[in-house]
């Protein structure tokens, strides 16, 4: 019996009730072959398409020439494109990736950074970097604001950054110049207090102050229609996303600069958070650092969405330094979680300052309310933040070097194997939703979420049962 017993649990045994690595490689060229061909427009994507792939969709707009900046589009697709080729060495991937990428260096902003799409027939409209290349330095009425909402400029730099450390690029000097002055661009924008804005047209003001977070003495009940691009802004996790970005540049590259400015906005999370009896964060702030409006369903408030954001921030500060002063903050914000849920054990996006009675909006007039009754359907105001938190308080219980042994990833085949088994499933799906032409459909539009989810799932696969060594 126990020759057949080993024989059951050997790795061998196991892969062979696993996809063919083959058979699921083939389903990812299908797909990017397909991209690639019918959906590109100079090398970069849209966010979704017709079923014929001739007209792509953007967040504000629909046109047969447009791009995406914001993900799902350019950025994550070239991204997973780039994944994929160094999961397989397969040139179709890395083809596709290098066009992508040519294609975020042509809409480059001369401010650094990225709009939220780039439509080719309107080039017009922009100021960009290679207009200030040539001379053309004024940007006039054209759009130049470098944006960091929705993950859209720091996207775009986490797929350069990993294009530049490919060694299948090492030689494309474009591609470095343009990296390095977006990354200059990013830095030169962090406001002495640490923070960023949402836009950027420039480097920050200098003379700003740097401040602790305070509970303004007013603030109005009425949306007050103030342009909001330059506060510090929190919101949809712009400032973790930056943080994400600059970890990865500096685990790359151990650049000081990258590490100084994590540093910073550590600070800025450590200024930002609010005094008791709300010792959370607000979704943005003036430079007063007081809670202010953004949009017209945004009010002054803190937030049960964006505070989880900076906690992770600031613990992953403390895994990178070892400096206690990062998990200071944390017990408390925590404490505020369990005392601030909603009866129905969600949390609300928004609460009144010092009160911490959960706001609302009424649908259509968007008048400020107690009352969950008649909320708008666009916006989620109440959020389930349980789980998430219950997984952040798992990696707050581990120690710093199980938490760096962690982020490693995996190192050894019998580690490998294990990831193969555990993404098998997700794989096999992907490859089997993909239709005859290479598409995976949503609705009745070609969809690049679906693709950049996709696609992971069967690179992360193949990846492992390569590095499994079977």
């Known amino acids: 019996m126990r020759p057949l017993i080993a024989l059951l649990l050997s790795s061998s045994f196991v892969f062979a009730e696993l996809p063919d690595p083959a058979v699921i490689t083939a389903a990812m060229k299908k797909a990017v072959t397909y991209a690639h061909t019918h959906l590109a427009r100079e090398g970069g994507y849209a966010s979704t398409w017709d079923k014929e792939g001739k007209i792509g969709e953007v967040e504000h707009g629909k046109s047969a020439t447009v791009i995406s900046i914001q993900p799902h589009g350019t950025t994550t697709m070239g991204l997973v494109m780039l994944k994929a080729y160094q999961a397989t060495g397969d040139e179709i991937f890395l083809s596709a990736a290098k066009d992508a990428a040519k294609a975020l260096l042509k809409c480059q902003l001369a401010t650094g950074g990225w709009d939220s799409a780039f439509d080719s027939a309107e080039v017009k409209q922009y100021h960009l970097r290679s207009d200030l290349d040539a001379g053309d330095k004024e940007p006039g009425k054209r759009r130049n604001s470098s944006t960091l909402d929705d993950n859209k400029t720091e996207s775009a730099l986490l797929f350069l950054l990993e294009m530049t450390h490919e060694p299948a690029c090492k030689d494309d000097a474009e591609l470095k110049r343009c990296t390095k002055f977006a990354f200059d661009a990013l830095l030169a924008a962090q406001a002495p207090i640490g923070a960023w804005p949402q836009q950027f047209t420039g480097p920050a003001d200098p003379t700003a102050p740097v401040l602790k977070a305070s509970y303004p003495e007013t603030w109005s009940r009425t949306f007050p229609a103030v342009k909001y691009t330059g506060f510090y ?234 590095k499994s060594g079977e």
């Open 233 to 466: 802004t929190l919101n949809d996790d712009n400032l973790q996303q930056i943080a994400k970005v600059l970890f990865r540049a500096y685990e790359l590259e151990k650049d000081d600069r990258y590490l100084t400015a994590l540093k910073k906005l550590g600070e800025f999370f450590l200024l930002a958070q609010m005094p008791e009896p709300q010792p959370v964060w607000a979704q943005q702030y003036d430079r007063d650092m007081h809670p202010v409006w953004a949009r017209k369903f945004e009010p002054p408030s803190v937030t049960g969405n964006e505070s989880l954001g900076a906690m992770e921030v600031l613990h992953q500060l403390w895994v990178l330094t070892g400096d206690d002063k990062y998990l200071k903050p944390i017990q408390p914000a925590l404490a505020w979680f369990e005392r601030s849920k909603l009866p129905d054990g969600t949390h609300a996006r928004f609460y009144e300052l010092q009160t911490n009675k959960p706001l609302f909006f009424v649908k259509d007039t968007y008048v400020l309310t107690y009352d969950d009754s008649n909320m708008p359907t666009h916006y989620s105001f109440k959020i389930s933040q349980q789980s998430k938190l219950d997984v952040f308080k798992r990696q707050l219980a581990k120690g710093r070097e199980e938490l760096q042994i962690n982020l490693a990833g995996p190192q050894t085949p019998k580690d490998w194997a294990s990831r193969a088994k555990a993404s098998a499933s997700k794989a096999k799906k992907a490859a089997e939703s993909l239709d005859s032409e290479g598409r995976w459909i949503k609705g009745d539009e070609i969809d690049a979420g679906e693709f950049v989810k996709g696609m992971n799932a069967m690179t992360n696969y193949v990846e492992a049962r390569k």
